[in-house]
């Protein structure tokens, strides 16, 4: 059972996006990340002059939670400016379906009037290679 609500989980990523370094775009995105247990792990996007070595909002979170010891996750929520309607990159989608092989992670994100909308990983990434596409693989 999840100890937060939607509204106190885009809350926490509204928060996290004060944090975001983009002098670059000047985008600001934060992203609230929920474990299993209620922890809950912000991150923000983080630019760089090498452009290739920016991260996402998201990946700073599913980074940060991992190093927190965290592997199972029920949703995200990820804030950016406002009435922008945004979600996950296609690469920060194939990070999170890493920790949500069954597709059911929860993402939350805004639309551009600024209503919440959920849906998961698995409808944003269907058909997402994981460790089952590997070869002789076994998941940690």
């Known amino acids: 059972m999840d100890l937060i609500d939607d509204d106190a989980l ?3 990523a509204e928060a996290a996006r004060g944090f975001a370094h983009a002098p670059y ?3 600001r995105v934060g992203a609230a990340l929920l474990a299993d ?25 599913v980074v940060a939670a991992v ?7 029920t949703a995200i929520a990820i804030a950016g ?12 989608r194939q990070v999170l379906s890493e920790f949500a092989p ?6 939350l994100t805004r639309d551009a009037a600024g209503a919440i909308r ?6 944003l990434l269907p058909a997402a ?5 590997l070869a002789g693989s076994t998941p940690e």
């Open 102 to 107: 069954d597709g059911a992670l929860r993402v």
């Open 25 to 27: 775009s000047r985008f």
């Open 129 to 133: 290679f994981g460790a089952t596409d």
């Open 67 to 73: 190093a927190a010891g965290h592997r199972r996750f």
């Open 81 to 92: 400016p406002a009435g922008i309607a945004l979600g996950p990159c296609g690469m920060c």
């Open 37 to 61: 247990g209620g922890a809950v792990i912000t991150g923000c996007n983080v630019e760089n002059a090498s452009y290739g070595a920016t991260i996402c909002a998201e990946r700073t979170a």
């Open 10 to 12: 885009m809350a926490k």
């Open 118 to 123: 959920a849906t998961t990983i698995g409808q």
